[in-house]
């Protein structure tokens, strides 16, 4: 049906990593993110895959701007 065909169009599914466990005491954990959070950017840089996140993470030092889908501001994430 055309219905299904628009629910499975590429653009209709949202770009980002799905965050699927925060562990307890870690910095995710300390700067509130939650299981079900959508990372759309790490600093300027878009994740569409965990692969994308974790070498845009790789690259960078310090804190580290997420941006989350659904949230207006970027979340702070501190080193470790």
């Known amino acids: 049906s055309s219905a299904r065909q628009k629910l499975l169009e590429p ?3 949202l770009k980002g990593v799905l965050i699927v466990d925060v562990v307890p005491s870690s910095p995710a954990h300390a700067s509130r993110l939650q299981t079900g959070d959508i990372i759309t950017h790490v600093g ?4 569409a895959t965990p692969e994308d996140f974790y070498r845009a993470v790789k690259s960078l030092t310090g804190t580290v701007a997420l941006q989350l889908h659904d949230h207006p501001a970027p979340v702070s994430l501190p080193e470790p």
Do not use: K, L, P
């Open 44 to 47: 300027t840089v878009a994740v």
């Open 11 to 13: 653009a209709r599914f």
